[in-house]
């Protein structure tokens, strides 16, 4: 399985308490796929490293969540732990809701605008202060296109096509 096989779903900051549990930074819209029994390949962030854990018992934490891994009984274990990455293999994500894309949908895709004229490949979407954003490689660099409505009009995974109507200058510089 390769790191394009997977899709980051949280990171495991560090150890709470002494028995084993950890907190983890959710990285996903979807923070209730965190069930025990859930099976996550954790890794570094180079994809190294890759062992599977096996959720036990997930609890509210604050703005993350306080996770017992199956085995992973003491701080000491926990600790080896602290960093690594919490990825699920592709397919394994929740389903999509009406409307929803994944990152991983739209890296790659055209962009063109309503008259179907190139602006660039997307290869990023990203979460930036609350906000999605597109980024777009055009000619004239890379660019960051708010990832709403009316800017994005469609987007067409089975074509890698998505339809955007920049307001003027955006794409611009």
Do not use: W
């Amino acid at each position: 399985m390769t790191a394009e096989d997977l899709v980051l779903v949280g990171r495991l900051a560090r150890p709470h308490g002494l028995r084993g549990e950890m907190s983890v930074e959710v990285l996903t819209d979807f923070p209730e796929r965190f069930v025990p029994g859930l099976a996550l390949v954790a890794s570094d962030a180079r994809g190294q490293g890759r062992r599977t854990l096996v959720v036990a018992t997930v609890r509210q934490g604050g703005d993350r969540l306080l996770i017992t891994f199956e085995g992973i009984e003491h701080r000491n274990g926990a600790e080896e732990l602290r960093g690594l990455d919490l990825s699920v293999p592709r397919g394994g994500e929740v389903p999509r809701p009406e409307g929803f894309v994944y990152h991983f949908d739209v890296e790659g895709c055209r962009a063109v605008d309503r008259e179907g004229r190139e602006l660039g490949t997307v290869t990023a979407l990203e979460d930036v202060a609350g906000r999605s954003l597109l980024e777009i490689e055009t000619p004239r660099g890379a660019r960051q296109v708010p990832f709403v409505e009316p800017i994005v009009v469609s987007v067409d995974l089975g074509k890698r096509l998505v339809v955007l109507d920049p307001p003027a200058g955006l794409l611009d510089e």
